[in-house]
C-alpha cells in the first residue's frame, strides 16, 4: 500500500481560530450598544450525550461572550406543553437563537416539534424552510455539522471544484445537506457527489474512485484502509461510544473510520475526537451571532 505524508484536519484548533474571531465580533456589538446574542437550548429528560452535547454549547456561549439560557423538562413532559415552549421562544425579542435537543423521548413527535420552531430562529438548520433553502442555494440557516465540515474544508482550502466526493450516509442531519452543499457552484462546492447508505451494494469500488469521502454512517471504524484510494482527504463526522476497559470512563469517541489503516494512505484527515466534533458547536455560535444580526435589519 502507497503511503502518504497526511495532514490532520485539526477542528479544534480551527474552531479555536474561529471562536476568537467571534468573540471579537460579539464585543464590538456589544460597545456599540447592541444585545450580545442570546441562544436558548431546550433539554429533556437526562440521555448522557445529549447533556454532554449541551454543557458544551453552553460553555461555548460563554467564551465568545453569548447570553445563553437552558430550559429542562422531565422525560414525561407532554408534546403540548413542549410546543407551548417553542411557541413562547419564537414570540420573544430578546432570544435569538434556540435549540430542540435531539433526540427526543418515544411520546413526543420530532417533526412536530423541529416545524414549530421559527425559521428565523432555527439556528439548528432543522426546519423543512431551511433545508429547503439551503438545497437550492439561497441565504438560510445550515445544520451544524455540514456547515462545519465545509468551514474546515474552506480553511484547510482543500480543492472541491471537479472533484468526485462520496458521502457515506443518508440522514437528513448530515449527509443528505453535506452531498447537496457540495453540489453547490462556488467553493466549497463544486464537486461530483455520490451517496451512499446501507442498500448500496459497491460501496467500496465507488470509495475508491473519490478524491473526498465523508463518513458519517454512525458504524465505527466502517472504512477500512483499502476502501480508500492514496492521496484521499478523509472527513470522518462518526462519534459512537466503545466499551474500553482501559479508560477512566470506560469507553472510547470511535469514528467511522479506522484511523489507523487510512490515514497513511490519506492526504488528510479529521480525528476523533478533535475533527468535526468542535466544528459542529462553533456553527452553532456562528449561525445564532446571524440570527441576532439578521433581527435586527
Not at 440522514?171 to 466549497?188: D, R
Not at 470512563?249 to 468535526?276: H, N, Q
Not at 462553533?282 to 439578521?294: G, P, V, W, Y
Amino acid at each position: 500500500m502507497e503511503e502518504q505524508n497526511y495532514k490532520l484536519l485539526d477542528g479544534k484548533a480551527t474552531s479555536a481560530q474561529i471562536k476568537t474571531e467571534i468573540a471579537a465580533e460579539v464585543t464590538a456589538r456589544v460597545a456599540a450598544g447592541k444585545p450580545a446574542p442570546h441562544l436558548v437550548a431546550i433539554l429533556v429528560g437526562h440521555d448522557g450525550g445529549s447533556e454532554t452535547y449541551v454543557a458544551s454549547k453552553i460553555k461555548t456561549c460563554a467564551e465568545v461572550g453569548f447570553r445563553s439560557t437552558l430550559v429542562r423538562f422531565e422525560d414525561d413532559v407532554t408534546e403540548e406543553r413542549l410546543l407551548q415552549e417553542i411557541h413562547r421562544l419564537n414570540e420573544d425579542p430578546e432570544v435569538h437563537g434556540f435549540i430542540v435537543q435531539l433526540p427526543l423521548p418515544k411520546h413526543i413527535d420530532e417533526q412536530k416539534i423541529i416545524e414549530a420552531v421559527d425559521p428565523k430562529k432555527d439556528v439548528d438548520g432543522f426546519h423543512p424552510i431551511n433545508v429547503g433553502r439551503m438545497s437550492i442555494g439561497l441565504p438560510c440557516f445550515v445544520s451544524a455539522t455540514p456547515q462545519g465540515i465545509m468551514e474546515l474544508l474552506s480553511r484547510y482550502k482543500i480543492e472541491t471544484r471537479g472533484k468526485h466526493c462520496v458521502v457515506l450516509g443518508r440522514s437528513n442531519i448530515v449527509g443528505k445537506p453535506m452531498a447537496q452543499l457540495l453540489l453547490h457552484k462556488g467553493y466549497p462546492g463544486d464537486c461530483t457527489v455520490t451517496v451512499c447508505h446501507s442498500r448500496t451494494t459497491n460501496i467500496k469500488e465507488l470509495c475508491l474512485q473519490a478524491d473526498i469521502i465523508i463518513a458519517a454512517l454512525g458504524v465505527p471504524e466502517f472504512l477500512k484502509g483499502d476502501m480508500v484510494r492514496p492521496g484521499a482527504v478523509i472527513i470522518d463526522v462518526g462519534t459512537t461510544r466503545v466499551p474500553d476497559a482501559s479508560r477512566k470512563s470506560g469507553f472510547k469517541l470511535t469514528g467511522d473510520v479506522a484511523f489507523d489503516e487510512v490515514a497513511p494512505r490519506s492526504s488528510y484527515i479529521t480525528p476523533v475526537p478533535g475533527g468535526v466534533g468542535p466544528m459542529t458547536i462553533i456553527s452553532l455560535m456562528l449561525n445564532t451571532l446571524q440570527a441576532a444580526k439578521l433581527q435586527e435589519a
